[in-house]
């Protein structure tokens, strides 16, 4: 079959046993861990899986006519990941990657009426589903694990630290959250450092979540939350914040981000942008999260946002790259998610459970093995607005960690 062909020269470390649906079995790798069996039931992924295995083995392990005989999907995606990690590039799939280039900025048009639409696909399902995986705060981004030994919650809760550490915010500050998801950060920064903040979103769903959390904690005076596009923001901030959003801009709308950014700024303002980020350079969405679960995403290379800053007469304050965190943060999800699997059955069905556990599962190995990590960038409009040194991130976050110890 020519799934053979193109198996034989991927798979150089571990075993992987196939067998095909005509029953016969074939068998790739040196061997040794990781060993993992597949089985295929449809005569056609014999071919798919040659020309297009990114996007067919996710459809095909949705469908069930991939199914993993000896181990998890997530061993024979750890196999696979290794394997892609030391193998030089397949000249098919560098093919593929070529034709997908010139159509990336189709993929990704995002104008205002495509961006809710793609961000509903997404973001407007059942809560009820959300809350099966994330932390007590649902923070649905990159958790900072500032020690091994840390969980999820814990996290979660020093990149919230983290990241107010770099704002280097102050009571009454004006805020602006750049996809605010279902509010935690923005309660947090006003609840803890007294911030005065606006949160936007995309999202049905998690505006109404947000503002019942804000009314709950009687803070709806002091956070707002709208259903708005950050295109269509006005006024000035002391401060902007966008975590986890910006992989939804797309390319054509990196300039009008930035310039977003820098209008809502005031003059010794500072913002932070929090973004998983591509270390190998310039690239395209991967065809099957493209369809299934991020529609018009895109994550940037550093040379691609950059120019974009510097555009809109921004200035790179700090750059710092979180490599493996995220990887830890989708391995707690997806732990969590298949400890609660069964509830999320009830929610949606079995299919649906096979396309989320590929989608989190597959998103932890690019993270481990291939050319994802975290970027957080910190930018400002002026040269002295903050410290010359980053001593005073490191002493803010000691001293936010300490207060909530007591507390």
């Known amino acids: 079959m020519l799934l053979a062909r193109f198996l034989k020269r991927v798979v150089r470390l571990g075993r992987l046993t196939v067998i095909d649906a005509g029953g016969s079995v074939h068998v790739f790798g040196p061997g040794g861990p990781p060993e993992v069996t597949i089985r295929l039931h449809d005569p056609a992924l014999h071919w798919k899986l040659f020309f297009r295995p990114e996007l067919y083995a996710g ?23 290794r394997n892609f990690a030391a193998a030089p590039g397949d000249p098919l799939a560098r093919g593929a990657h070529r034709v997908d280039l010139l159509f990336r900025r189709m993929q990704q048009f995002n104008p205002v009426h495509r961006a809710r639409r ?5 973001y407007d399902l059942s809560g009820k589903l959300y809350e099966l995986f994330l932390d007590e705060d649902r923070q649905y981004s990159c958790a900072y694990f500032a020690r091994p030994e840390q969980d999820l919650d814990a996290a979660q809760r020093a990149k919230r630290r983290h990241i107010a550490a770099k704002l ?3 009571p009454g500050m004006r805020v602006l959250d750049i996809g605010s998801g279902w509010g935690g950060l923005a309660l947090w920064l006003a609840e803890r450092l007294g911030a005065d903040v606006t949160g936007l979103t995309l999202s049905d769903e998690q505006l109404q979540v947000s503002r019942r959390r804000a009314a709950d904690r009687q803070l709806d005076g002091q956070v707002r939350f709208f259903l708005r596009d950050f295109r269509e923001e006005t006024g000035t901030y002391d401060r902007i914040v966008s ?22 700024l005031t003059a010794e303002g500072v913002a932070l942008l929090h973004t998983i980020g591509r270390t190998d350079g310039p690239g395209v ?10 529609p018009g995403g895109y994550v940037p290379a550093l040379s691609e946002l950059v120019p974009a800053v510097e555009r809109a007469a921004l200035l790179v304050t700090d750059v710092e790259i979180l490599r ?10 997806r732990e969590r998610f298949l400890a609660n699997r069964s509830l999320a059955a009830e929610l949606y069905d079995e299919r649906f459970c096979r396309m989320w556990e590929f ?41 936010l960690e300490a207060e909530e110890a007591g507390a």
């Not at 969405?285 to 991020?294: A, E, M, V």
């Open 59 to 81: 459809e095909a392990f949705t469908e069930g006519t991939l199914t993993v005989e000896d181990a998890s999907l997530y061993d024979f995606l750890d196999l696979m990941g």
């Open 118 to 122: 793609n961000v509903a696909h997404h």
């Open 168 to 170: 280097r915010i102050e």
């Open 243 to 264: 975590v986890g959003m910006f992989e939804h801009v797309g390319l054509s709308q990196f300039d009008a981000f930035f310039n977003c950014v820098r209008q809502r």
């Open 285 to 294: 969405t991967t065809p099957w999260i493209r369809k299934y679960i991020f």
């Open 324 to 333: 493996l965190h995220y990887a830890q943060t989708l391995r707690c999800w």
């Open 359 to 399: 989608y989190l599962a597959g998103s932890e190995i690019a993270f481990r093995w291939l050319d994802q990590a975290v970027f957080q960038v910190q930018l400002a409009r002026q040269v002295d607005a903050l410290p010359l040194t980053r001593d005073y991130m490191l002493a803010a976050e000691r001293t």
